[in-house]
């Protein structure tokens, strides 16, 4: 199912029905993980990518204007291409998994684990101790694309009043309060 649904997100012509076979191959991806006893990653996946990204996706591909003949009109033209780059994507599998790494003689018994084994814990661990270093260069990455992705999309509208706070401050007392005396009013 995860590879059928990845070739539709490739194939659909409609960017949504793309974006939706998008979630199914996130939520079939998450089922093989959760074959795998890697429980935590499953549930990441479902909870950033199908609630986060995939709903940023959607949005931006609502937002946007596509003109999905211009789209088709490409398909055919880059064909020949896509298939190329197939062949040879398909050719570097077959080549990997065919080696001698992935033979049953050179894989081992699995492990067994305790009962109160946490591959969450055992996660967090790796991740905060060996590789702390890598994870905060991601963490930085991903902090320079949302500013930058906000700063891509910031547009500024003619006839829009902003606040300018630099100018706000150099107002002085005598530009904001103006006194006027007016006499009591009689009854």
Known sequence: MTVITAGAVVTAR??????????LTFFSSAFIWMLLEAE???????LVYVGAVMVLFLFVVMMLDINIARIREGFIKFLPVGIALALIMFGLIYYVVSGDQFS?????????????????????MVLYTEYVFAFEIAAVILLVAIIAAIS????????????????????????????VKMEAEKK
């Open 104 to 124: 049953l003689e050179s894989m081992a018994a699995p492990v067994a684990k305790a009962a109160d084994y946490s591959n969450t814990k055992e996660l967090g």
């Open 14 to 23: 409609n960017p949504v029905h793309a974006a939706l076979s998008l979630v």
């Open 40 to 46: 935590f990653l499953a549930i990441t996946l479902v």
């Open 152 to 179: 891509l999309t910031l547009r500024r509208r003619p006839g829009t009043r902003y606040q300018n706070p630099s100018e706000q401050m150099k107002i002085q007392k005598q530009d904001r309060l103006r006194i």
